[in-house]
Every structure is written in structure tokens, then in C-alpha cells.
């Protein structure tokens, strides 16, 4: 009996947690509004803001079944609905403001569609993990192409630094005008090259070392943990004191580096995952510090708040599931300058979700 009445008393101690979390949110149902033009998206690959708070989406049209675009189809077998353009932008209310994409004369649009991310001068820029890409494209906020670094085709290595492997994210570094690459599906490492030219800079792979194909096996939570990034290598962002945070997905872990690729420290997350990884995306919280990494996990299905200064788990929200604010394989997040979540999934997931911020945290004012 005494040994319930502890249970209970844990259990009742536990229930608070969630409202004790360092940042709440709440899910809003009405985000976005439906698409015009009879659209539908398929799955939802990438999220990024923009210094004016719009929210880009980058989706895939080639994963919709015939089914979900049948008014597509010669001769279509119902009226709804036609694949959307890869590139939706949407205001804060969930309109839909501009649609871009696809192949187009002199670049190399990507297999399967992976990450989007805007830059500090309001430049897009794209990356595709599909099995010939390797590449990414910059573009303008009206899809004039401007650039692309490395070509599509057969994969090579790690060492190659003509083109990249499967490349799954990039971020821009106001302070140096770089870009740096997750790359990637096939890669294992972190490559940057100069944002205006497309100069190859440096690159690393796990703590820093030079980066290597070796087949690593099944990750095993028991193991000592890996020397080298498991594919895939998903995302980077970069802080504004200089450091780098790296996805290192199906390792369970984030790894720290300082810009010229020197190891700082490394954190696991969910370490017991065993199916395809706890860190899909990292985002940094808009408070003056940046206190904390906001952390998309599409195996556990939730978004967790870690503390940035050690990784620590301070707050999370979601579920497996199909409700609004579940999720199914959500892939990616981006955090505007209200602290406004705003996350993407795919497999059969193909949605956005906005996530509200509640609290009254003093934020810093996003420079355009």
C-alpha cells in the first residue's frame, strides 16, 4: 500500500513539468490557411524566417500519390487537387503570399527537395538530398537564380570539395558571408564556402577531424560513441558569439565547433533512440543569448527545449500522431522573432504548423 501511495505522490509531483518548462507553447489549428489555386502540398522538407517574419516553406510536389493530386491527372479522376510549387511563402496569419520553383535554365534543381534557409541579405537558398544531388542553389526572394554550388550527378567522398553529397541543410553567417553545409545524406561532413563566390573555405567531420566514408554500422546506445558523423549529417547553425551546432542525427548527439572547425564540446540527446534519430533540427531561441536550441526529434516525434549551454532537455511538446500540434516525421523547425515555432514534416506527415509562443521573455530584435 505504502509503495502506491509513492507512486502516486511521484506521479502527482511529475504532472506540473510540462507547465515548469522553460518556453510553452501552444498550438494555433488555423495555421496556415488552405492553398489556392486547388494546391496541395506534399512533404514539407524545410522551414526558415526572413528578417520580416514571413515564413518559407519548401515542399515536395513528387511525393504526392496519385490519389492526393488526382485533378492533376489526364484525364483527372476528381477535382482536387494539382501539386503546388515547391516554394511557399506565407505571412503570419497563414496566407499564402508567393509560390516558386522547380528546374529551370542553368541550374540544377534537386532530386528531393531538403532545407531552406534565408540569408541576412534576403537571398534563399536551397539543398536536395536526393540520390544524384549534389548541389546548392541560391536564389532571389522572387526565384531568380543566382548561383549554384557543386553539380548534380554520381556521388564521390568526403574529400571532394567540387560538389557536395546529398547535401540536407545550409546556413549563412552574417558576420563572414559563408555559407556552411550539413552535408549530408551521403557526405559526412561540414563544408562552408564563400557565400558571394562559391569558393571552397575548409571543412571538418566529427570533433573536428578530417572527414571519412567509413561504414560505421547500427548506432548502439552502448557503444563509445562514434569518431565520425552517421549519415545524416542533417543540419548546422551558427550562433552569433561564433559557435557551430551540428545534427549529427543518428548519433543522438549535437556536436560544438568554433567557426575554423576547432571541437568544442558535444551533448547527446534521447541517446536511447534507436530507430532513425533524435536530432533532425536545431534552432536558435531569439533572446539576446540565445539561451536555448529549439530541437525538432522526427523519430520521437516532438520538439524539445534544450539548454544550449549543455544540452540539457528544459521543456518539449507533441506526440506521435495526426491532431494539430502531433506530429508524423517532423523533419524541420525555424523560430521567428516573437519565439513563434513554426515546424514541417514529411513521409506521409506533409504539413506546417505554427506553434505560439507563450510568455512574455524580452526578444531581440531580428536585423533584417
Same mark, same amino acid.
Given at each position: 500500500?505504502?509503495?502506491?501511495?509513492?507512486?502516486?505522490?511521484?506521479?502527482?509531483?511529475?504532472?506540473?513539468?510540462?507547465?515548469?518548462?522553460?518556453?510553452?507553447?501552444?498550438?494555433?489549428?488555423?495555421?496556415?490557411?488552405?492553398?489556392?489555386?486547388?494546391?496541395?502540398?506534399?512533404?514539407?522538407?524545410?522551414?526558415?524566417?526572413?528578417?520580416?517574419?514571413?515564413?518559407?516553406?519548401?515542399?515536395?510536389?513528387?511525393?504526392?500519390?496519385?490519389?492526393?493530386?488526382?485533378?492533376?491527372?489526364?484525364?483527372?479522376?476528381?477535382?482536387?487537387?494539382?501539386?503546388?510549387?515547391?516554394?511557399?511563402?506565407?505571412?503570419?496569419?497563414?496566407?499564402?503570399?508567393?509560390?516558386?520553383?522547380?528546374?529551370?535554365?542553368?541550374?540544377?534543381?534537386?532530386?528531393?527537395?531538403?532545407?531552406?534557409?534565408?540569408?541576412?541579405?534576403?537571398?534563399?537558398?536551397?539543398?536536395?538530398?536526393?540520390?544524384?544531388?549534389?548541389?546548392?542553389?541560391?536564389?532571389?526572394?522572387?526565384?531568380?537564380?543566382?548561383?549554384?554550388?557543386?553539380?548534380?550527378?554520381?556521388?564521390?567522398?568526403?574529400?571532394?570539395?567540387?560538389?557536395?553529397?546529398?547535401?540536407?541543410?545550409?546556413?549563412?553567417?552574417?558576420?563572414?558571408?559563408?555559407?556552411? /553545409?550539413?552535408?549530408?545524406?551521403?557526405?559526412? *561532413?561540414?563544408? %562552408? +564556402?564563400?557565400? $558571394?563566390?562559391?569558393?571552397? #573555405? !575548409?571543412?571538418?567531420?566529427?570533433?573536428?577531424?578530417?572527414?571519412?566514408?567509413?561504414?560505421?554500422?547500427?548506432?548502439?546506445?552502448?557503444?563509445?560513441?562514434?569518431?565520425?558523423?552517421?549519415?545524416?549529417?542533417?543540419?548546422?547553425?551558427?550562433?552569433?558569439?561564433?559557435?557551430?551546432?551540428?545534427?549529427?542525427?543518428?548519433?543522438?548527439?549535437?556536436?560544438?565547433?568554433?567557426?575554423?572547425?576547432?571541437?568544442?564540446?558535444?551533448?547527446?540527446?534521447?541517446?536511447?533512440?534507436?530507430?532513425?534519430?533524435?536530432?533532425?533540427?536545431?534552432?536558435?531561441?531569439?533572446?539576446?543569448?540565445?539561451?536555448?536550441?529549439?530541437?525538432?526529434?522526427?523519430?520521437?516525434?516532438?520538439?524539445?527545449?534544450?539548454?544550449?549551454?549543455?544540452?540539457?532537455?528544459?521543456?518539449?511538446?507533441?506526440?506521435?500522431?495526426?491532431?494539430?500540434?502531433?506530429?508524423?516525421? /517532423?523533419?524541420?523547425?525555424?523560430?521567428?522573432? *516573437?519565439?513563434? %515555432? +513554426?515546424?514541417? $514534416?514529411?513521409?506521409?506527415? #506533409? !504539413?506546417?504548423?505554427?506553434?505560439?509562443?507563450?510568455?512574455?521573455?524580452?526578444?531581440?530584435?531580428?536585423?533584417?
Amino acid at each position: 500500500m505504502m509503495r502506491w501511495i509513492a507512486v502516486l505522490v511521484a506521479l502527482a509531483c511529475a504532472a506540473p513539468a510540462l507547465a515548469e518548462d522553460a518556453l510553452r507553447f501552444r498550438v494555433d489549428p488555423a495555421w496556415p490557411k488552405p492553398l489556392p489555386n486547388n494546391w496541395i502540398m506534399g512533404q514539407a522538407a524545410g522551414v526558415a524566417v526572413d528578417g520580416e517574419d514571413r515564413i518559407w516553406v519548401v515542399q515536395r510536389p513528387r511525393t504526392l500519390t496519385d490519389d492526393e493530386k488526382a485533378a492533376s491527372l489526364n484525364p483527372p479522376r476528381t477535382r482536387c487537387c494539382v501539386p503546388a510549387p515547391p516554394v511557399l511563402v506565407f505571412d503570419q496569419e497563414g496566407n499564402l503570399l508567393k509560390a516558386w520553383g522547380g528546374p529551370g535554365q542553368g541550374y540544377d534543381w534537386p532530386q528531393n527537395e531538403h532545407g531552406i534557409h534565408v540569408d541576412h541579405k534576403g537571398f534563399v537558398w536551397l539543398a536536395g538530398n536526393g540520390e544524384q544531388d549534389g548541389q546548392i542553389l541560391k536564389f532571389t526572394q522572387d526565384g531568380r537564380f543566382v548561383m549554384q554550388i557543386g553539380k548534380s550527378g554520381p556521388q564521390t567522398d568526403s574529400r571532394d570539395t567540387t560538389r557536395l553529397g546529398r547535401p540536407a541543410q545550409v546556413q549563412v553567417d552574417p558576420a563572414t558571408n559563408e555559407v556552411y /553545409v550539413a552535408d549530408g545524406y551521403y557526405n559526412h *561532413r561540414i563544408i %562552408v +564556402f564563400d557565400a $558571394e563566390t562559391g569558393a571552397f #573555405k !575548409r571543412m571538418w567531420g566529427a570533433y573536428g577531424e578530417p572527414p571519412t566514408d567509413v561504414a560505421l554500422g547500427t548506432y548502439d546506445p552502448a557503444a563509445a560513441p562514434a569518431r565520425q558523423f552517421r549519415n545524416p549529417v542533417h543540419c548546422v547553425q551558427v550562433a552569433r558569439d561564433g559557435l557551430v551546432y551540428v545534427c549529427d542525427r543518428t548519433n543522438n548527439r549535437v556536436q560544438v565547433f568554433r567557426s575554423d572547425g576547432a571541437f568544442v564540446k558535444e551533448f547527446s540527446v534521447e541517446p536511447q533512440t534507436r530507430a532513425n534519430g533524435s536530432v533532425w533540427e536545431l534552432a536558435l531561441w531569439p533572446d539576446e543569448a540565445q539561451t536555448f536550441l529549439m530541437n525538432a526529434d522526427g523519430a520521437n516525434n516532438e520538439v524539445r527545449t534544450l539548454r544550449r549551454e549543455d544540452g540539457a532537455t528544459v521543456g518539449r511538446f507533441g506526440r506521435n500522431g495526426r491532431m494539430a500540434g502531433d506530429f508524423h516525421w /517532423v523533419h524541420n523547425l525555424a523560430v521567428d522573432s *516573437r519565439g513563434n %515555432v +513554426f515546424t514541417t $514534416e514529411v513521409d506521409t506527415g #506533409k !504539413r506546417a504548423q505554427k506553434f505560439l509562443f507563450q510568455g512574455d521573455m524580452v526578444l531581440r530584435k531580428r536585423t533584417p
